[in-house]
């Protein structure tokens, strides 16, 4: 792990679990992609599979990754207030991806 995404992520606030008794969690699913401008080789390569296999509808595929964050918090802000934090520090490169956020 490179020393600064080492720090960046050593100065996250984490926060205690939830106590067995407590029963209020807030689910964050954080979708992140490749910015628009950034050449996606694996999407690339999956759109001309897809080709080859008769799928000619398929004009692009873009790949990307996705995380489910179980937050020890009841409010949806809070939630989605260190899901972005989470995901801009540790989850995504904010220089060539972008990512989303959804609270449940």
Excluded: W
Excluded at 7 to 12: T, Y
Excluded at 81 to 97: F, M, R, S, T
């Amino acid at each position: 792990m490179p020393s600064n995404l080492k720090s960046e992520f050593c100065n996250l606030k984490f926060r205690e679990p939830l106590k067995s008794h407590e029963t209020k969690r807030v689910r964050a699913r954080v979708f992140v992609t490749l910015k628009p401008s950034v050449f996606d080789p694996q999407g690339r390569t999956i759109a001309d599979a897809l080709h080859s296999l008769g799928y000619g509808a398929v004009e692009d595929v873009r790949q990307g990754k996705y995380f489910e964050l179980d937050l020890a918090t009841s409010e949806a802000g809070q939630a989605r207030a260190l899901a972005d934090e989470v995901a801009d520090k540790v989850l995504a490169n904010p220089v060539i991806e972008s990512y989303r956020i959804e609270i449940d």
